[in-house]
Every structure is written in structure tokens, then in C-alpha cells.
């Protein structure tokens, strides 16, 4: 359990990260792992607590305080399995998680939380230095086909647990590369691309197979796959954009941030392109004060942009919460990014009223402040200001999947466009349509890397079930 | 049911649960002179006895008195003669009384039995005589069971040689008479029974007073009848039911105690049917069987047994000594030739354990003997005429001073002895000496024992089937195995700690498959026996085992001893078992074993046919008798085979179903039964296993698995059985069974979810009360077991799986509390959100979906229509009935404990002090707002609290455990209610021990020990070793605060209801049932898991029980344990319950996020530790508290409106509005059947089902009353007063009631010392002087009995011999046991010798006696004794502080010191000794000194004199016992004033 009293001996130790000046010279990864002996004392932290609050903060439940004891001991190698045990992309999970374990720690209740993420990500690190992380495969086949639409983490997630228990499944992915989000949302210097290639190699030897530049509904009928395979999982994410319909949104250089980043991470990933937007020299203004938006920071930061700005539509909220009413949920509190550390001017309760520009090309946003009242917004009287902006970058969100390829399926919805389908009993995962099954955001509408993971592998279970009858794969 | 039947068994009232306890004494001439003066003074001990027994709801209804004596020929010859028969000459007729039913038929039909029988068997019928009886003053509950009592005359017949013969024949007759009559099946309200039927001795006996036994039998007042001896006998028991034929004395002994091994001791009997042989007898022995009647006390069936061994050819005093041995293997004093006796004669016969003061008699010869551990008073004196009086206390019969030779006691596991034959007293000594060295006992065990450990080593291997994972899987080993069982005892030699409650689901309510162990309770000792310390009073336990078959018992004159098969704990190595296997060749076939393979091929079983289980163990069943037969004496039931393709019979299962079979076949005792199991792990699973058979245990996966965990597996394995060990011994002594012998076969646990089928087929005699699953299901979960450890499982391929049993874990066990829940609550609560409390509500009491509780599963009857909502009684009103737990402050921070007060005084609920103390600064109502700091001081509190005008910090229950921790005359006043803990949902039957690190100087200062000095509670309460024992505490505490009520908390157990109408006769107000799965600070986690029952069941049969007694209207009922919600508490009410107890759940509200920690100190939020640091991040407030509690009163509410009831008072006791839930899906709980705990007993209307009326304490019968009256000067005015009073032994508790006076007026301070000054004459009644303040002395010229000082704080007591007593004061007795038992400051000074356990648990107050019993100084932790004469065995037992100067005369006192905690030095000159550190800051000469000749002063002891007169010489023959803890906190504090004051 770690040290008795370790966590009145040890203070938490945050990751080192590469200063901001050094890293914004590239794209590659700057938050450096723990040393053994730091992981070991922030290991030492951990309580051992009767109830883990961590392991149901976290949505796949990693049996925290057990690795956290075992790198305490220095056993890497059993650590690994744990952590593995409940999490088939630590590698993941361990740099872009926003750590709800920390959240529930019980040290964050009047402490600060154990750098359970630190230690996950040290854990992932030593894993893959050492050769420990092998493909496991099966030893029987079920000749049961399963295609899965959607290569981010749902459907990796679902694709490796499936191929685990001996089934063929086939992975289509539309873009050119694996990894959905992971590969073209994230920035590389949150995460480099190498870790989605190597899991995507040991996925290939557990025998799973991957097509790229399959656009169901577009260059591959969706009659293919209900026809040939067993079970279909959709697991396409939620892509389509939150969109702000104010004057002026026509103009270039208002974009979407999925349709900046990307550029970027395949630039990064080699390939030579003939229109990349750059923020180079630009005014930015990033509108949306969540992750993306940072990640349009990060890589404007990059880019040497002008000035960067971020605009969020809410308040600021405090810097701390009130613990004894939120603890162990999720806290709304002001949060900053590395991004943020690295140049950028936030702005809150701020409302864009209209682009205006010049030859068709942005050139300002026409802003006002907002109060927020019972819930509701007002506008203040007479706020209205106006900033140069030669980029803008809208990362408000994501409102649902692309209904194009939901409709071809023909499975029911929710109110709000996902697919419906719960994720409890017998018939959890499954949609409307026989055998068509769907995991993640495509389903549960936009959320964390760590909720596809879960919904990945419980969804995988559950195809698993249909197809068996029983299932020993874990929820 | 009418009011005086004696119920059956019906709902949760069982009758076997019956206890009783009680008085016992007896006169004798030594001589045998007979005299109708010796019958009188028995009568005359009785009624002198009478506070020893108790009444039900009718006054005059007793428990049952009786008295033996010797036939009395003069009565009986001239009655004889009325009726023309001339007797023969004395002792060649027999003279029994029978009880008869009162119908004609059945009458008629019995004594033609009688009549029948007798001439069959060779003897004349003489006649019948009725015996006059006077029913005019019993009770009518009694007059209703009255039977028809007549006296059978037989004469003696031609074939007899000798009276022995005679009497032989008498006993044969009467048992077939028994069976006989039992064969009719009478249905006559009227038991049919023999109270006696000898040539020597009769019994006159029934369901009186005791003061009324010779107003029924007017025959005893008739001067024709003369005895030379009288055996007298007054009954307590815990129902209520008048039972004429429970009455004692039997034929041969009155009891007071209790045998704890009864079920084993009858099972073992019958188990011997086939083996025994005896040439006495002959085919009369056949006779005999069934020899012990089922559903007999165990007094009864102990009376069966003695006279057996007495007819089969052994002595009184030798059978004695087989049933009740002395504690022999752990005592270094007994001489070699007793050692040998009864090391020989423990192969023969498993003790008869239990505490008791047996009397015992056959006419000729009486005597009395004492259980090993003293824990039953018998004191006795000789006068110089020739009589001696033994009796339960002394003052029973006056007898004039100077003709007292000699007052003593018996001595644990010592006799007395007087032979009337012979005219003299035989002395423990020269009995036993004789007896023991009769037989060659010493060269007859060398000759005949093997030792498994003297064999050859092998070097055994487990030699495992499949891979270890897959095994340790297949039997169902989880990480927490590994984790908080193998590892902690591999590490420290001893079972893990845990703290906090079990909130985990019931194994028969869970969904992972478990272990048949996990369906098992262990029963524990509460109120009607104590549980034993097995650390401190090592001496009396032992785990030696035989293996093989039992000796002939009765062969008595055997020549050649049988081989016997001996090791010294039953936990076996893998050698050991090797040896086994090889026994025949080892022994030169004295041994011949047989390993019976109880895996089976899973090959096509079929889940309908219960996977062929059944089958298999019918199997395994018969090739076991088989194998008896064909002479194999050993039997090995081996599961090592167990494969993927083989499954094993869970190995309980297989010996239980094994050992229940060979014992019903009468073949057990023929054969040795070991077990060979992968699957024992735990201590719970070794305690089980030879609980139900198994004289040994091979637990060969678990050494595989610490092989795995560790290098040195030497070590490991050692630690392992080391721990195992020391578990059993707590398992045991919990039930106060001391002995392995005694506790295999015992079948000491009940069942919580096995079906009445499975636990006859299998577990016959065990209770199980809500039904469950059956063979089928234990075979499927043994098959899922056995499919997981071999199947696909992902999460099982690299690892075992989580368990989840002592922590919450995803994919674990499930838990109530859990993280969502734990949230939810503590937002509720300090938001003051209802809908936040009802969701978290709803996790708990929903469950459909995951079940964790019995209440889970029930659901509330709609019989009423529903109310609107304001018309149910007011929250402030319910919220009345709400309690917190008791949680000492220690266990607690001062922030927590204090938090809770202020908000339940806020309420109007209450607070319980747990055991510990309460600063006197919190006894004031504030009268105006102020902070806690600045009320308890700026430096005691780490985080502050807000305190508006009119709070109290005060906790209105003070309790009382066995630590006495602060309990003082003032603590006591200070309370609105005295709560007494008999036992802690969490480890009933179990002490505790805070760690010396954390007795901080404020916790030392509330507990009056020394900071940094760790300290014990001792498992049980010294003062309370049975019910009448329990009944004068309450009595001394009622005395101690005649405004409080006095509360006694039980655990839920099967037989709680039984002990809780017990409880409610011994007059206390308020019971409180705590369920199986209350919390802890620390605990052991096998006692945390298998000890107790939920208290859905033990509440329910406390309220049938106490229904059917028509005792409930009497006491007010308190549950707890996990209690969370609304709904539980409507549940409680239903089942039978005023109020309600909580513990955890306003723990939770104060930021309790269930770290389950306490034990470490480390608490992270400041509720459960005292580490300042931590207490610093304490956030509770009273406010959330209070919150909290109106929210449960508001779902209440809800729930009564729905329920159509207004009133709280009319839902208790409405288990009909209880019923099952229907619609659970879960293929485990079909078979639970609450019909038992919805019982409602069938009694008339009027009978009370709530508390409605208050007892009736008798305090205005207290001497106190005068003392009080006479003390108006000093009490009034501080002025000075002086009585001066007589004192005999009805006068208990003397001046605690002055005391209270003194502690309300001017608290612990009290008046200057001397003010009251009271001088009594006479022998002083029990617990004299108990909580004697300060400003008062005492003394008492006479004697004093047992609990004298106890508590004393403050005040002076003296007592000495009256001057005509001329025997030397250090060689007799002059106070009983337990004398100032948790004694906090004071002083007192006896001119005598004191009995067992003298200052127990002192922690401040000065002693000087002459001379002490066994355990003196036990968990001493202050104070200072001085011992001027000899000590018993044990002396200073974990003794932590203080310290005792002990006059070594004989040298020896070394061997009777327990060394484990002190160190014993010289007594230097005070020059010579160094100053610093020092005891109470003096050379101890100076201290000694002081001491002695105070004790000179005030006794004028002639002891004293002479060690005064000579002290260069005398103090050097004194020693100094010094606790090792207590001097290096000395040094600490010293080295830490040098330093400051550097």
C-alpha cells in the first residue's frame, strides 16, 4: 500500500516539462517522465484507501492504488500488467488524460492528489523501453468476423479486445492514417504519433486488421459490412463541429479548428502539403476555452504567431473549488494548459457578435461581455469591443456524429444525433439494427479518450457475448 | 400459548439457548455426623443467597432452588411404617423423588414404568409415598407446571454384593425408566423426571424461591430429617419459563457456571458408544444409551456424564479431575506425577470446559472443585467443631469468630475434599497426590506416545497438479488473500488488523461465487460466560491435539495404556503429513492410516444432479466407516488431487459430513480425522475445520503460496502456523473454550444463508435461522470456482482475482459504502440538500440490483391506508431515538468525539463516551456561544468549532467496558445513561489495545495512565463472568447513579434473545443489539468478517424472546450496526427496536471517507487518529450532523406516512408489516426464508411489545440510604461525621450511593480526606465500596466479598479480621475476587489474603494485602500494590504501569510472575538508589515504607508488624515489579525534562 505515511513524508511531484521557449522549436513531446526514484515516492503517496475513490473516478477503473504500491516497490513489471489489465492504451491515457483519478484522490481532498497520471505514464514509459509490451495472441480462433468502423480509441480498444478472444476483426478507418482523433486532433507534442504505430503494430499481430481511406457511404457501402461480418461496431466518433452562425462567418481565415490542426500533426508525420494553414505572423483568436482550443494555442504558439487570443463564452471559474461540496467529482475550476504557459490572452464571459474583414479575409472579431444569470446569459450594455484577428479558430465543441453514415445504418437516435444504445444488460452496446453495435462518442457524444477506451472494451464484451453466448472479457 | 407454558421453540426463540448461573454452597460435618441443624443451615445459606437469583415478571417466580442431602432414614423409615412397610436396614433401600404429570392416565402409565422396571431389573418395589407439598405461596406460573411429586421406595435385591453395586443398579433403573417414559410422548405440560433415586443421597427441588424451599416441602422442616451434609442450589437462568426439572442440585453436583464445550462433550459421549467397555457394568452399560437426553442443560448433561464415570468404577474426586482438569501444560509448578495424571488422562476425555464452581457429593464423600481459570466464586470456612461451609460468598451463615479455624477458596482448577467416612478434610494436595500417583501415569505415556514432530524429516513437497495460479484460483484464492492474510502473517508471526465496519454483501447475498466457510458465524461468550484473554492468561490454553483413536473411557482398571498419537498444535506441516501417510511403518502398525481422496472427475456432471456431489460424499461416507471398520485409525481426507479434471468436495464440507457420520455410526472415537486441504487459509477456515471434527490440519496450498511470496520458506511456514495459532486461541477463548481437545467437534459457529437440509445432512446441530442455499448450490459455486480457475478468464490468466472483501474494489465484492455514496451524503449534508441525501438514500436501500443485507431484501406490507405526511409524529420528535456510537476518544479525535456530542445534545439524541473517559470541562451546558478550543483549551484542539449558547459537550451515555478506562464516581454521575459493553458488533468476545503512541497525554490524563504506556482491555469484564454476576453490576452502577439508566450492549448471535431476557432480569433498563458488522478501530479481520449475525436477526429474536418472557415492556432496545437510512431505522422499529445507534454514517458526515486506517493513525481527515498534524485537517461540523439526522427522521416520515402510522411507538414490534421482496433475480437467494424474523410470538394482547414501564432497582433497600442520612453534615456543610453500622452479605455495594452524592456535588476532587469516616462490622456484601470518592474511608471489620474497591476513586477502605478471629491473618482470606478492578486513584489496605485477579486494571489507587490469588496486577497500568505474603500464578499480567512490591518468602515468586511485560528487581536502600527516574517521584523504600506501616496503622496486622520490626532483613526479600513499558516512558519523560530544562 505504498508507505504508511507517505503522504505526510512526500509531497506531490509534478512532470517536468521542457521550458516554453525550448519547446515551442518543435512539435515533438515536452513533458518528461518521472525518474524511478520520484515515481517511487509519489507511489509512496498513495493511502492504499479503503474505498478507492480513484478507481471509480476513473471511467476504465484502473486499479490505481495497486500499481501505485507495486512502483512504491519498483516492480515495474507487475505494474504494467495491472495497469494493462484494465487499460489497453496507457501510452494514451498517461499523457492526454485530464485525470479525473486526481480528482477523487483522497489526498485532494486537503492535499494535493497523487500524481496518479505521472505515474501512469512512467509505468507505460518503462514498459516499452524494456520490450514488455508484446502482442497477446490468441490461441483459438472463433471464425467470427467483426468490422469495426472508427479506428480511434473506441474502436482500438474494441478491435484489440475482440482479437484477444480469437475473433477476425477488421478495422476501416477513412482517413489515411489509424488513430482518428488521437492521430489527427492531437497535437504531436501532446502525444507522438509513434505510440499510436506501435500499438497498431501489436494490434496487426494479435491479428487485427486495419484499411485506411474507407469512407463508409462514401467510397465503401455500408451493405459490405452488414453482409460479410458477424457484428459491426460504429465507433466514427462525434466529428460534426459546434458552428457560430454570427455575420462575417463566411469570411476566410474563420475555420474550425479540426480543420487547422490536422494539417499540422500530417506535416509533422512527413507529408508534404500544398495548402497548410499556418498561424505564422497572424493575429489568432481561438474561440472555446476547452482542449482543442489549447491544442489551436499550442500549435499557433508554434507556428509564431502575432498574438494569440482565447475567448470563452462562460465566466471564469475560481481557481479553487469548494472541495467539501464537489470532491470526489470532476470540479469546475480554472484550469491551464501547457499551451496557455506558452503565450495566449484568455478571455471569459465574452460573446462574438461578428467576424468583420477585409477582400473576404477576416481581419477583426466584434465581441461583447456577457453576465451569466440564473443560468441565463445577458448581454451587458454597451461592452461591445472589437480585436484584430487574422486566424480564427472555432473549437467550441463537437454537437454529434456525422449523421450521413448513422442514416445508411439506419439505427435509431437520441434527441441530440448520437446513436442510441445503452451501455447496461443484456442488450447494452446494440443499436436498433441487428448485429450493429456502436462505442464512444459516436454513441455517448463527445468526451474523453478514456470514456471511448471503457466504452471500447465494454461494447467489445458485449459483441462478444452476442457472438459466444458468454463472454469472459472484462467490463 | 398460555402464560405458563414453557414455550417450544417457534420464530427465533429457541429454548435450547437457555443459560443460567447462580448460587451455590453446601455444610458439612466432617465427621458425618447428622444433624436436622445442617439441613437448616443450607435452607439458611439459600435464602442468604437469594440475591444471586432473579425473578421473571412475577416476583415470586424463581428460577428454581433446591437442596441435597442424605437420606434421611428416620423420615422415610417412620413414613414407610404409616404405610406397613418395614424398611430394610439404612443403605440397602432407595428412597427417589419423581416428578409426575398431572393427568391420572399418564401418571399411572409412568409409575407402572417405575414399578416395572424396577422388578425387571432384580430390585423390590416397596412403595409409593406422596410427598406433602405447600403450593400456597409460589408462583402461578409455577403452580401451572406443578408436578405431582411422590418418593419411590426400593429395596435392595438379592444379587447385590456392596451399596456400590446397589447404587449402580439405581442408576441403570432410572435411566431406563427415562427412556421409557420419553418413548410415551407425553403431552402433559408436566416434564416426567427423577430428581434423584439413591440409597444415599435425595434431592427436594423445584421452581421456588429460595427462601421458600422448606415451605414446599414441609418434610425439610421436620425434625426426623437429618443430613450430615447439605448441597443447596439457587438458580438464575435467562428465561422466564418455569422449568421445575432445571432446578439443581442433580444427583451428583450443583453448578454454577457454564460448559462452553457442551455440543463436542455430547457429541464425543456418543461418538464413544461403541468403544466403551466397562467390567463394572457389563451388559448394563447398554443399557445406559442413550446416555445424555438432548435438550438437557448443560449442568444435566455434566451430571449424566459424572455419574457414568462414578458407576463405571472411578472416584468422585478422579472423575472430577477427567471432566474439569487443571490447568496442566502451561504451569510450571505442578509437581511431575499430577502433570503425568492428567497429560494420561487427556487422551481419555476432552475437558468439560467452561467456568464453574462445581459442588459435588455421592453421600459419602463431598467436595468441590473449580474451573482452571477461577472464574466462578467458591469460598469456604472450617470451624473448630468440625463443619465446613462452602458457599458462592461468605456471610451467608454467621458462625461466632473464634470458632473459624480457617476461611478460604477454592483455587482455580483446585478441590476441597471432605471424606465423612474418614472424618477429615483431603486438601487439593493430598487427593490429587494420591490419585496421581496410584497409576504409573509417566512411564505408561513414555511407553505409549509417538510425537509427530520426533519423526524423521523428509523434506515434503505439495507436489501441485496444475500450475499455482490455477490452484490457488481453483480454490478460490483471491489477491486479497495474498494481500491481507498470507502476507501480514508471514511478515509478523499474526493475524491482520483491520478497522471500520464490514458493509460488504452477505455470502449468501453476493454474486461471486464463495466458500461454504464464508456461511459459517463463530459464536462468542457474552454476559453468560467470559471469553478468555489467550494472550495474558496463556496458561489456561492449549493447542495439543491427539490424532487417532480415543482409549475405552471406562477402562478403569486398565493395565496397558493405548497408544497415543500426540503434536502440540493442529496445523500441520507438509511433513507432518507425509508422516502420517506413513504412520504404520513409523509405529510398527500401532497406527495404520488411510488418505481418502475427496476430489472427484468433473467429467459429464450435471448441474441438475448437483454436479454429483451428493453422491460423492455419500460415498466418501461410507468408505470412511469402511475403512473404521477394517481398522485403519486415521484418517486423511485429502483434496491434493484436485486438476482441471478433478474437483474437490469443499473440504468442511467433507469432514463435517464425515465426522457427524462416524459419530452417529458410534465409530468416531475409533479413528483420528485429519485434513489434508488447498483450501485453508485463514484463521476462520482452521477454526472451523476442527470445529467440526478435524483433530488436525495439512494446509498444503497455503505453504505453496508463501513459498511463492518469500525466500526464507522456513520462516514463512513457521510465522504461518505461529499465527494460525494464535487465532485459534482467540477463536477459542472468545467462547471461553480453552482447550483444542475441547473446541474440535464443538461445532462452535452458527450458519447465516445454509438451508435446514444442508445443515442436517451435514452439519447436524447447527443453528441456522434464515434457511439459504443447499448442496446444490455449494456444488455449483464450487463448480463456477473450479471453472474459473480452468477456463478462458482474461483478467484470471496472469492474476488472482481482486476480492474485494476487506476493501472496496471495481469488480469486487459489493459494498454499501461506496464512493458515489460516501459523496452524495457528505454533499447533503453540508449543503442541507434533501434531494441529495434521498439519492444517496436510494443507493443504499435499493437493492435490486446489488444486495448486500437481509433488510435489502424485504419490503414493507401496505395493511394501512396511507396518511398525509403532517400527520405523522414531528422529526424533532424521532430524532429523539437517535444515538451515536460508542467511540472512545483515542479511537476518535477530541474534534470528532466532541463534534458529535454538541450535535446530538442539539437534537435531543445522545452521544456515547465509548470506553475512555470524558473531560470533566465538558460537563457544562454553555451560557454563551464560545469556541471548542476555548472550552477544552487552546492546546488540545487542533481544529476549532463554533459552540452557540446552550450547548453541551457532554456525552450522556458514559460507558463501561472491560477496560475502565476514567470511570469514576464523577464519570458515572455525569451520565444520563451507564451503558455496559458485553460485546462490539466488530470483535465480540474480544479485548482491544490502543498502542502506547497513541496515548497522548490528554488521552492518558481522561484514562489515568501514562502518556506514551500502551494500554489493554482485557476480552472480558472482570466483574462479569455470568448473568448474576452482570445483574450486581448493574446494580452497583444503578447505585453509582440512581438517576441514570443502566444499558447493556449485546450482540447479535444466535441465543441473544435468550441472554437479553437475562439481561432484562438482571434489571437493566436498556439492551442495545449491535449487528455482526458494526465498526472498530482495530480488530482482527477474521473477527471483523465471521463473528456475529446481522441484527435483523438478533433483534428479532431479542423481541420474541423477550415478548414470550412478557419482560419487553421492562427495557428499552437500542440496534445498530451500519445503520444508514430512514428505511433501516423503520425496519429496526419493526423488528422490535426504541432506538437507534449509528456510527458510521455520521463518521461519513464528518469527512470519514472510509480509509479503513484507524489502526494506523494515518487517518488523512482527521476523524480517526490523534496525530495533530492530521487532526489539523478535520472538517466536521455539529451543523451536518444535526443535518444528517433530520434527513433520516424525514425519510422515517415518508415511510410511516406511506405505512398509514402516526405514532413512532405503534410501527415497533410490527414485523407484520414486514415481507420478502419478490422479483430479485439472484439464483442464490431463492432459498432464504424470513418467516423466522417475521415471527410474531402468539401472547396475549396486554403483553407489552415496547418499552412502556421502567424496572425496579431495590435501591431503597441500600444501606447507603442511612449513610447518606447520616453523612447530611458532611455533605451540606463539609462538616465531619463518623458512623458507626453492622454489615452482613445482603448489604451490597456500601457507599457507592454516598459516593454519587459526594461526585454531584463536588466532582473527582470529592471532600478532604476523613471526612466521612464509617466503621462497619460483619461480612460486607459484594462490590463494597465500589467507586468510593474521595472524603470517605471505610472500614470494615469482618470480611468482604467479591468486587470490593472496584472503581475505587478517591476514598480509603480498610478491612480487617474481628479480633476473636485468631488465625494468622496472611494465611486466610479476607476479600473475594477482582478487588479494585479498575481502581483509578484511592487507597486501601486488607489484612488478609485476597482471591484471584486482585487489582486488575489499576490505574492509580495504593493497595496493601497479605497475600493474593492467581493473575494479580493483570493490565495494571498505575498505582501502587504491595504484597505481603504469597502470590497465585500469573502475577502482573500484561501489567503496563505501576508498580507492586512483592514479599518473596519462599523464593519462588519468579515462577509465578508472567515475565512477557515487567521486569522484577531488588527493593534498594533509598540511598542507594538512583534518583531519577523514580516511581511517584520517591525511592521505593520510601514508598514501602510508607505503605507498610500505614497498613500497620490502620489493621493493626501483626504481618505488618514483623516485616517492620525486621525490615533490613524483610526488604531485601522483597521485589519490585516493574513494567518494561512503564520504565521507558519514566526515562522519556525524564530525558525530556533534562533537555527543557537544559
Redesign the interface.
Known sequence: MGK??G??EFDRISEQNIPPQERLKNYKEFVLHLSDDEAKNQGARC???????C???CPI?N?IP?WNDLVYNQDWKNAI??LH?TNNFPEFTGRLCPAPCEA?C??N???DAVGIKSIEHAIIDKAWENNWVKPLIPTYKTNKKIAIVGSGPAGLAAAQQLA??GHAVTVYEKNDRIGGLLRYGIPDFKMEKTHIDRRVKQMEAEGVVFKINQNIGENVKHEELTNNYDAVILAGGAEHPRDLPVPGRELNGVMFAMDFLPLQNKVVAGDKLTHQILATGKHVVVIGGGDTGSDCVGTSNRHHATSVSQFELMPQPPVHENK??V???WPLKLRTSSSHEEGCERDWSVTTKSFVGENGQVKGIVAARVEWKDGKMVEVPNSEFTLQADLVLLAMGFVSPQQKMLDLFGVDKDQRGNVKATTEGKDAYITSKAKVFAAGDIRRGQSLIVWAIREGRQCARAVDEFLMGTS???? | MTQFERPEQQGLYNPKNEHDACGVGFVANIHGTKSHTIVAQGLQILTNLTHRGATGYDPKLGDGAGILIQMPDGLIRDEAKKLSIDLPVSGQYACGLIFLPQSNTYRTQCEKIITDIIHEEGQTFLAWRDVPTNNSNIAEAAKAVEPKIKQVIVGQGKDIQDQNHFERKLFVIRKRIEHSVKKLGLDDPVQFYIPSLSSRTIVYKGMLLANEVDTYYPDLKDARVTSALALVHQRFSTNTFPAWDLAHPFRMIAHNGEINTVQGNVNWMRARHESMQSALLGDDLEKLWPLIVEGQSDSACFDNCLELLVAGGYSLPHAMMMLIPEAWSGNPMMDEDRRAFYEYHAALMEPWDGPAAVAFTDGRMIGATLDRNGLRPARYLMTDDGLVMMASEMGVLQFPEEKIIKKWRLQPGKMLLIDMEKGRIIDDEEVKKELATHKPYRQWIDSSRYFLGDFPKTNSKAELKETLLDTQQSFGYTQEDIKFILAPMIANGEENAGSMGNDAALPVLSKKPKLIYNYFKQLFAQVTNPPIDPIREELVMSLVTFIGPKPNLLAVEETKPTTRLETSQPVLTLDDLTQLKNISKLTKDAYKSLVLDITYDVKGLKKDDAYGMKKVIDTLRQDALKAVKDGYNILILSDRNQSKNRMAIPALLATSATHQHLVREGLRTNTGLVVDTGSAREVHHFALLGGYGAEAICPWLAYESMNAMTTDHALAHKNFIKSIGKGLYKVMSKMGISTYQSYCGAQIFEAVGLNSQLINTYFKGTVTNIEGIGIEEIAEETMRIHQSAFGSDPVLANALDAGGEYAFRVRGEEHMWTPDSIAKLQHATRTNQYTTYKEYAALINNQTKRQMTLRGLFKFKTINQAIALDEVEPAKEIVKRFVTGAMSLGSISTEAHTTLAIAMNRIGGKSNTGEGGEDAKRFLTLDKDNTLANVIGLHLIESDIKLKKGDSLRSRIKQVASGRFGVTAEYLSSADQIQIKMAQGAKPGEGGQLPGHKVSPYIAKLRFSVPGVGLISPPPHHDIYSIEDLAQLIHDLKNANPSASISVKLVSETGVGTVAAGVAKAKSDHIVIAGHDGGTGASPISSLKHAGTPWEIGLAETQQTLVLNRLRGRVIVQVDGQMKTGRDVVIGALLGADEFGFATAPLVVQGCIMMRKCHLNTCPVGVATQDPALRKRFTGQPEHVVNYFFFVAEEVRELMSSLGIRKFNDLIGRADLLDTQEGILHWKIHGLDFSKIFFLPNIEKEVSRRNTEVQSHGLEHALDNALIKLSKPALEKREKVSINLPITNTNRTVGTMLSHEIAKRFGHEGLPQDTIQITLNGSAGQSFAAFLAQGISMELIGEGNDYVAKGLCGGRVVIKPPKAFKAKSHENIIVGNTVMYGATTGESYFSGVAGERFCVRNSGASAVVEGVGNHGCEYMTGGTVVVLGNTGQNFAAGMSGGVAYVYDEDGLFAKRCNPSMVSLEKVETQQAQPKVPQHLNQPDEVILKMLIEKHMKYTESPRAKFILDNWDKTRTQFIKVMPNEYKRALNELHASLTKEAA
Do not use: H, Q, Y
Open positions: 504508511v505515511t503522504f505526510m493511502m492504499d484507501c479503503g474505498i478507492p475513490f478507481m471509480t473516478g477503473n486499479i495497486d500488467d495491472v489489465s477523487a483522497t489526498l481532498i486537503n492535499d484477444r478472444v467539501e461540496l470532491w470526489p467529482n469472459t472479457l472484462p467490463r
